[in-house]
């Protein structure tokens, strides 16, 4: 069983002293990555990177993810070479397809099907791969929710990222998997690896630390009206109750599903370190 490593994936712009004040504060908080996502509106993610690196000392750095559509396979390669040497080696990039529609038409980039958008991907690492052939490359993260997507990881990246959404996230709407539908996923990613070792991230869409759960999980239920408030209370990707109970289930989490990184969203920094030091 892997120990456990959590990340933040930071996103809202701001100052010089802002951004690293917010860097330093996840490393003092204990994470263990600090990543940056990559959509149209928020910190672009090479420069945040970069700043987030001279911000800190012992925290990876990665890319959470990077829209492959949004990227010259050839120039993402020369880029991620650059992160990698100017951070001495902290950085770890992961890659995904992309599913919000409208940033694909706002960049002027085709939406395509599926397979295009799976086929950028492809060429993404494909890329990566060729140019660090004669050193060892930082680590990859491919995340995903279909077939072709986790079955290409599982044969390429070091993290394979489960996203625990639903087909209704498929163009940006937050549309959260229901249990027996993560664990199928989960049980896919073991299918396919054949016995290869990767670590598995899962996103935590919701964290509350509360002695008040139903009022908590009665909130998310707004955000998430598709599943009922006790549906929501099972799921891994939701983080409600005290730290006590949120660490146990991130321990339960672990030991059903195998994922033992998992990640939540800038707005949740501050939330999930009762819960951090009680698993540290």
């Given at each position: 069983m892997r120990p456990f490593r959590f990340g933040v994936a930071l996103y809202v712009p701001g100052s010089r002293a802002e951004w690293m004040a917010k860097c330093r504060k996840a490393e003092d908080l204990g994470y263990d990555v600090v990543g940056v996502v990559d959509h149209l509106g928020r910190v672009a993610?090479?420069?945040?990177?970069?700043?987030?690196?001279?911000?800190?000392?012992?925290?990876?750095?990665?890319?959470?993810?990077?829209?492959?559509?949004?990227h010259n396979p050839v120039l993402l390669a020369r880029d991620v070479t650059a992160l990698d040497e100017l951070t001495g080696g902290r950085v770890e990039i992961g890659i995904g397809a992309g599913y919000v529609r409208e940033e694909f038409e706002a960049a002027g980039v085709g939406w395509g099907t599926p397979g295009h958008r799976f086929g950028r991907v492809v060429d993404a690492v494909t890329e990566l791969e060729r140019a660090f052939t004669d050193r060892p490359r930082p680590p990859l993260l491919l995340g995903g929710r279909g077939d072709r997507m986790l079955?290409?990881?599982?044969?390429?990246?070091?993290?394979?990222?489960?996203?625990?959404t639903a087909p209704g996230a498929a163009e940006g709407r937050l549309a959260l998997a229901d249990s027996a539908a993560l664990a199928e996923r989960a049980g896919f990613v073991k299918r396919v690896l054949d016995g290869r070792d990767a670590e598995l991230n899962l996103m935590v869409h919701f964290v509350r630390i509360t002695d008040d759960r139903r009022a908590a999980l009665e909130a998310a239920h707004e955000l998430v009206p598709h599943l009922g408030v006790e549906e929501l209370g099972a799921l891994a990707t939701v983080l409600v109750g005290s730290a006590a109970a949120a660490a146990e289930q991130l321990l339960r989490t672990r030991e059903t599903l195998g994922v033992s990184y998992f990640t939540v969203l800038e707005d949740d920094l501050d939330r999930l370190a009762p819960v951090l030091e009680r698993l540290r």
């Open positions: 993610p090479v420069p945040a990177l970069l700043m987030a690196a001279e911000a800190t000392e012992r925290v990876r750095l990665n890319t959470y993810v990077l829209n492959a559509s949004f079955t290409f990881a599982a044969a390429h990246a070091d993290t394979i990222a489960l996203t625990g």
